[in-house]
């Protein structure tokens, strides 16, 4: 069975939508066992660099994304991908 990876989680950085500090969402990742998370704010990166020093010492693999509001008002989730 593979790993679930949560694609969409807001942080406290997106205002109104989220609660949590970047820390305590890698914490709670891991506590759930997850082997990654992604972060995606509204329309930036805010809280990226945070989340992904807590995740490295909480032993997540940090996704850095962001939830882009478009001229529509539509919304669209942005991942960046990253080669090895």
Do not use: N
Not at 27 to 33: N, P, S
Not at 36 to 63: C, M, N, Q, W
């Amino acid at each position: 069975m593979a790993a679930y990876v949560e694609l969409h989680c807001h942080s406290a950085y997106s205002f109104l939508d989220g609660a949590s500090q970047p820390e305590e969402l890698a914490a709670r990742a891991a506590e759930l066992g997850y082997d990654a998370l992604a972060l995606t704010d509204h329309d930036g990166v805010y809280g990226s660099l945070e989340f992904a020093h807590a995740a490295k010492v909480f032993g997540i693999r940090p996704i850095t994304g962001a939830e882009v509001t478009l001229e529509s008002g539509a919304h669209i989730t942005l991942l960046v991908e990253t080669r090895r």
